[in-house]
């Protein structure tokens, strides 16, 4: 496992978090007049999908940024869906974690994971 540049341990971590908070608050939110109908459902799933996300930008796997990215970008679209301010506070966060997540430190490629694990430089 490559080690995972600091920026991306804190993004993955707020993704968990968020993700476990949110699946938390989905469950404490049922009462006896709500069921597990779909929109519910797929909230899981979104929240869940940014527990693996999270989970794998710590590990280092490029995927994740992709998979993040996308989660940004759904919340966007439902931010459009609300107000005009919370289409904005999304867009907002979208741009600087997103900008993180797609710099080229964010995630080391397969090449400098290699020279890393076999103790190699740059030059190898």
Same mark, same amino acid.
């Given at each position: ?13 707020? $993704?968990? %978090? ?8 989905? &469950? @404490?939110? $049922?009462?006896?007049?709500?069921? @597990?109908?779909?929109? /519910?459902?797929? &909230?899981?799933?979104?929240? =869940?999908?940014? /527990?693996?996300?999270? @989970? &794998? =930008? ?9 998979? @993040? ?10 931010? %459009? ?18 900008? $993180? ?5 964010? /995630?080391?490629? *397969?090449? *400098?994971?290699?020279?890393?694990? *076999?103790?190699?430089?740059? *030059?190898?």
């Amino acid at each position: 496992m490559t080690k995972s540049p600091r920026s991306s341990l804190v993004i993955g971590a707020i $993704f968990v %978090a968020v993700g476990i908070g949110g699946i938390v608050n989905q &469950a @404490l939110g $049922f009462g006896a007049t709500r069921s @597990l109908d779909l929109e /519910v459902t797929l &909230a899981i799933v979104v929240r =869940l999908l940014a /527990v693996v996300g999270g @989970l &794998a =930008l710590i590990r280092g796997k490029s995927w994740a940024r992709w998979l @993040l990215l996308a989660w940004l970008v759904w919340h966007i679209v439902l931010g %459009a869906m609300h107000s005009m301010e919370a289409l904005l506070i999304h867009i907002a966060i979208t741009a600087v974690i997103g900008w $993180f997540l797609i710099r080229r430190v964010a /995630v080391p490629s *397969e090449r *400098e994971s290699k020279c890393l694990t *076999e103790g190699g430089g740059p *030059e190898s």
